[in-house]
């Protein structure tokens, strides 16, 4: 059953990254998860290859989590446009099997599972990135609605989204990280505006402005104030990054066609060690959280591993290539572009999910039981 999921898998994205490419899709983004397709995404649901571990009456197919990262892997292996599913599949929708309330993930998941529902986070604000406990945006609950006002940046797929998962402050006289709760609601929702700005990895972020927006409490998302044990856990699940291993596969085996020198293969050999090492920190990271039990530092080793080993990649791939790495666009240089692209994208690489600075925070606290 595994090795035929995953075959299944791999198959569809090879077809889908060919339509894409045919209809002009995801020529410019650095890395899939940069990049948006509705009509990929619609594909993958339809192909039943979205929520692969979710039990069936969500519209999975209760597979295993690892057959689901080893999916993602080959998605990024494709450069399928994977912003959307990332943050709808393996973080949110995840989020939601563990944390909603008994109908909530009943009535959002499946036409999550089928590619017709797309989420987008709203977490970061302008004063609260990685110190996600300064959020300012307010939630007031009044007559079984919450009354949500605020500004949210950073907003990978706003665009795109359907619905927008919301972490906001319900109690502002508790400390900092408490008081918290996360919302679900229609993007479209009135009191709703988003803007779009460009990356420099191709894709684009949102900014997502709240002006008493009515979401009813139904939406909340675990317990009322208690939403900080559910941003951690959202995060353990998006930091999960193994299309992020796929698309280092794929640039290692189109680097080895472009690499005669000795040093260089040793160069490429140790990189592929590194490829394994973030696989196997993404591996644990999933068998942990599959089985309930604590697995900040298991996520956050997974995700710095696999950031810090993108970024080596692109300066290999630049010192290997030469100026015919930083040729653009697509079509144009080694791998139709695809290692200039990668290198603009590879600088967020740290940054974006939580900087590497957090990750090692996490990684000391958690998993060492270092103080401070």
Not at 152 to 174: I, M, N, Q
Request: aromatic share 6%.
């Amino acid at each position: 059953m595994a090795d035929e999921l995953v075959s299944r898998a791999e198959a569809f994205a090879s077809a889908l990254a060919a339509d894409l490419a045919a209809r002009g899709e995801n020529l410019y983004q650095g890395m899939p998860s940069d990049a948006d397709s509705r009509f990929g995404y619609r594909r993958m649901g339809e192909a039943g290859l979205i929520g692969l571990h979710w039990p069936a009456r969500l519209g999975g197919q209760g597979a295993a989590p690892q057959q689901t990262i080893a999916a993602e892997e080959r998605f990024g292996y494709h450069w399928l446009p994977l912003s959307g599913y990332l943050l709808s599949v393996k973080t949110i929708g995840n989020a939601l099997l563990r944390y909603a309330q008994p109908g909530l993930a009943e009535r959002l998941l499946p036409p999550v599972a089928h590619g017709e529902l797309l989420f987008c986070q709203g977490f970061s604000e302008p004063d609260a990135g990685s110190d996600l406990a300064a959020l300012r945006t307010r939630a007031t609950l009044s007559g079984g609605r919450f009354i949500v006002s605020g500004r949210k940046l950073w907003t990978s797929s706003a665009e795109y989204a359907d619905w927008v998962y919301l972490a906001v402050r319900t109690d502002p006289g508790r400390q900092r990280h408490r008081g918290l709760s996360v919302l679900v609601a229609d993007i479209r929702s009135p009191g709703i505006q988003v803007t779009t700005h460009r990356t420099m990895g191709g894709g684009t972020l949102g900014e997502l402005v709240l002006d008493e927006v009515e979401i009813p409490a139904s939406q909340l998302v675990g317990e009322l104030h208690g939403g900080w044990a559910v941003l951690m856990g959202t995060l353990d699940y998006e930091r999960v990054t193994s299309e992020k291993v796929g698309v280092a596969q794929r640039l290692l085996d189109q680097l080895d066609q472009h690499c005669d020198d000795p040093a260089a293969r040793r160069a490429l050999r140790r990189l592929r060690g590194e490829c394994q090492a973030a696989r196997l920190h993404g591996l644990r990271a999933t068998e942990l959280l599959a089985a309930g039990r604590p697995a900040s530092a298991a996520s956050s080793m997974a995700k710095l591993s696999a950031a810090l080993l993108l970024q080596r990649l692109a300066a290999t791939a630049v010192e290997m290539l030469g100026p015919a790495g930083l040729i653009e666009p697509a079509g144009d240089g080694p791998a139709q572009g695809r290692f200039a692209a990668f290198h603009r994208a590879a600088v967020a690489a740290t940054i974006a999910g939580g900087a590497s600075d957090v990750q090692r925070r996490v990684i000391a606290r958690r998993g060492l039981g270092c103080a401070g």
